[in-house]
């Protein structure tokens, strides 16, 4: 008996298999027979592209049975794969014998036609047997893997940061509580309720970044990388923003901002070439039915120097663009999608670090400039997305670092560990946080969150 | 200026910086002088050893100063890498300038004396600047690796799950539930609390398993893989379980049991070979300090093929053995710790999978055998620590899946995506999972959960 085999080593390596006789198993995908013959074209997940698969009354026996069997269900085929150097595809398969291993009941809702993005969430349990799911949750795996990869070659320590946490100081207004009190008979004490006799015995949320923690590893490992869950409870409902998402987030000791700027290009670089270079099928399919320009501009990116701009010169920029935006712009503001997009898009026409921002519209933990107005952050904005990361190097001088949270009413007691860390030993140093989705949006060119976590959650929506 | 450079280089790569003069910058880990000249062993956590750097008075301007250094301090050193063949160490730097970048106050609290595992944990934030935490977690970290790396050669899609999950029909009693509700002015309708008006319009809770999602997309690209957190609010104190952990769940489209135990067979051993691979200093430290047989049982591991028993043959090999167990055994009775371990440890002495368990004490989603008492799940035990993966094949048959159900009193409703995949090309599948944290203590040694996990959640416990 033939090895079993995967589409995907026919279409990598067909030399091997060519007028060889090979089984596979896989989904129809289409079904089309006259009285004499049929074909179908198989797919198997393993790959983008499907098989076609030749099968004849007078070679099956089951020909009336393969002639019905219906879109998703799923088949064996043994049968000698041949070269068809006249037709679309390369090769097919002419059937020596068809199986169905499982039907499909006629509703099923993936028939041939067309589907809008929208239809396709409610059935978010089948889309990745469309195209353009199959093309997105693989290239979502491929950059994941990039990500890992870039790291661990460079010698980074990938940290779990906890996603249960009981740090009431991260902005709780956003967070989502998490309990196991019986919320009919909550325990009180002095009209306040009784956290103590909850789980954790204290108030606990899920984090909105592992940044914190990550920094007390920076300082043990040096190089240092997150890769998890994180969470919002922002009752916002636009295309860019999930209640859950995936951020990366690396935190190296003895870098500054400079250092933290080029970590974060050639990330950005290594995970577009990783996944132009592992996923061309799939990429020329967005290319023609998402987004036209797509390939341009990410080779493009991949071959062209980022740009670094200060946020008083992006100010000054916009100030004499002579163009009307919705926001009016003057020094002290913070940056809205539409400055972001005409800074990148229009003037620069390519991705933008930009630098240096004011304090006052940026986090505590941002290391103080010599002019005391601003911080040594860095956002990348890229063209068609906007901003993709937010980093910056940590303030770790701990006498300003202590004034800062005094000036913001940050108790320092909640952060005695992260003070601690600016007491022994507590060098410069600098990280930034991805969010794994944007870049996936960046990749593929689909323009909604929704369409790019295998099941979304946002306001009012938590299916599957 | 030399190019600054990594105390992993020197290990790894030697030759090439023999007799040149190098930068490093590190942290100090000891500190000792006489009036003439001091040693200093700088750790820059990029590698599990330390160099020495040896510094005269003659040679440095800063003697004074230098020596008084304090061990954590973070410092740089330029100087010439010479070779000491006569020495414990292989080689050390002779500094020709030395400065202090980052103090360290004297209340360190990582001195040189050893400290208790439970004392390290209630400063988590410094542990991994510990020989054993460092090198527990760079293990964590190369484990989690290799585990990508297994499943992304063998063509499987990463997977991400949901962590907040609407299905209230995983085992609500252990789930932490989520909301956003003002709890002390909770809305209430019929005296019920009105769910429709929190965050997601409905209950929700931290997954306990990602595994019903897997399976939509085990069945569109045939291999996936999940590896994400998941959550248990379970109230147990022991040193084998944690509130929060992480979870690797494979799911394979087309495979039956034993294909489901041949992946996870392999998996084990590539994570293995791969973390005595690219861990070898880590891994003998565990062997000289924290479990004296590791290296022997994870070697033999690697080259032993793992047994296969099904229930019905263990449970008859525990009550022929005539030993006394404090849960005593017999068909229908699930396996205790005590009896995983007398099988794994002293009967085979290997890893061995259990198969076919009887209905009762597996979940409703394995696939009914033959015999319509046991079903196909495959639990594997290791010596040692017993459990580290459950699996199974899942039912596929709709009809013999929908009476399951029923039996079990739970709804077909609230599995309607989960049933449809019984529907459309439903073919046979099976998956597993691995605790990870599981894993990583087999790997290492460590005995507690809470020493394998950067910041643990247990009960009563979210700190950091």
Request: proline content about 4%; hydrophobic content about 40%; aromatic content about 12%.
């Amino acid at each position: 008996m033939k090895k079993e085999l995967q589409i995907k080593d026919f279409f990598r390596n067909i030399e091997s298999y060519l007028d060889q006789e090979v089984t596979i198993r896989g989904w129809v995908r289409t079904n089309r027979s006259s009285n004499k013959f049929g074909f179908i074209e198989i797919n198997d997940g393993t790959f983008f592209k499907s098989v076609q698969v030749v099968y004849e009354q007078e070679t099956i026996g089951n020909f009336e049975q393969i002639a019905k069997a219906s879109i998703s269900a799923a088949v064996m085929v043994r049968g000698i794969l041949v070269a068809t150097p006249q037709a679309k595809q390369p090769f097919e398969i002419k059937a020596l014998e068809v199986s169905v291993e499982a039907g499909a009941d006629p509703d099923y809702p993936l028939q041939k036609k067309r589907h809008s993005l929208e239809f396709l969430r409610e059935i978010a349990h089948l889309r990745p047997r469309s195209n353009t799911f199959a093309a997105v949750f693989r290239v979502r795996s491929l950059a994941a893997y990039a990500i890992h990869q870039f790291f661990q070659e460079n010698n980074f320590v990938y940290v779990h940061t906890p996603i249960i946490t009981g740090s009431d100081c991260e902005g709780a207004g956003e967070m989502f509580r998490i309990t196991t009190l019986d919320l009919k008979e909550l325990p009180m004490q002095d009209g306040c309720i009784d956290y103590s006799q909850d789980f954790f015995g204290k108030e606990t949320s899920l984090t909105v970044s592992g940044q914190l923690e990550a920094e007390t590893f920076a300082l043990a490992f040096r190089n240092v990388y997150t890769f998890g869950p994180t969470f919002r409870a922002e009752n916002s409902n636009t295309a860019r923003h999930a209640s859950e998402f995936w951020m990366i987030e690396p935190e190296v000791a003895f870098a500054d901002l400079n250092d933290n700027m080029n970590l974060a290009e050639s990330m950005i670089k290594y995970i577009i070439h990783y996944v132009l270079e592992n996923a061309p099928e799939e990429m020329e399919f967005f290319n023609n039915f998402i987004d036209k320009g797509l390939l341009e501009r990410l080779n493009n990116l991949v071959s062209s120097d980022f740009e670094r701009v200060t946020y008083t010169e992006a100010v000054d920029l916009l100030m004499k663009s002579g163009r009307e935006f919705q926001f009016p712009v003057q020094w002290g503001v913070d940056l809205q999608t539409e400055h972001e997009r005409y800074l990148t898009e229009e003037v620069y026409k390519k991705p933008i670090f930009v630098t240096d921002y004011p304090k006052e519209i940026k986090a505590f933990y941002m290391r103080l400039n010599e002019d005391d107005k601003t911080v040594a952050a860095c956002d990348l904005l890229v063209p068609g997305v906007g901003e993709i990361i937010g980093g910056s190097q940590r303030e770790e001088r701990y006498d300003v670092l202590s004034a800062r949270m005094k000036e913001l009413g940050l108790e320092e007691k909640n952060y005695w560990w992260y003070m601690d860390l600016r007491k022994y030993g507590g060098v410069k140093h600098a990280g930034y946080g991805l969010g794994f989705e944007r870049i996936i949006m960046y990749l593929t060119g689909m323009s909604n969150i929704r369409d790019v976590v295998p099941f979304p959650r946002t306001p009012k929506n938590a299916e599957f």
